[in-house]
């Protein structure tokens, strides 16, 4: 299978990468060729790369970060639009999950391309998310 796979198998004849095969597994029953030239293998991949989260912050993430900050001190001080604790961490715990699948499936819906479209739409939702829960 590594011949098959090397740079060098286009030197070799059909009747030629046969016998190799056969010389290497035992058996004459060759499994079709998977080769995706475009794929990137662990092998290949530059190690130094990262993944830029800057690039990826949104107005979803950051109300997100601001509600898991702001929200529990206003649970505690009792100035939450509800009339019980259990209502208002049910209310934040929906609306974090919530938050977040919609920043997930508008930045997909967009590829991640158009990120001021990305920018005005979340920002609009996340001031009447705020608007609304606090």
Do not use: C
């Not at 016998?19 to 080769?35: D, M, P, Q, S, W």
């Not at 391309?113 to 608007?131: G, M």
Request: charge should be positive.
């Amino acid at each position: 299978m590594i011949l098959m796979h090397s740079p060098f198998s286009k030197s070799f004849t059909e009747q030629q990468r046969d016998r190799i095969f056969e010389k290497l597994h035992g058996t004459k029953t060759r499994v079709a060729n998977i080769y995706i030239p475009n794929q990137k293998t662990a092998a290949t991949r530059n190690p130094g790369y990262s993944a830029n989260l800057a690039k990826r912050i949104s107005p979803f993430l950051l109300l997100t970060g601001l509600l898991i900050l702001v929200y529990p001190f206003l649970l505690v001080l009792g100035k939450t639009p509800f009339h019980s604790e259990w209502w208002g961490f049910g209310a934040l715990m929906l609306t974090l999950i919530y938050v977040v699948l919609f920043d997930f499936a508008i930045w997909n819906y967009f590829k991640g391309k158009k990120v001021n479209r990305i920018w005005i739409i979340e920002l609009i939702l996340a001031t009447a998310i705020l608007y609304f829960l606090l």
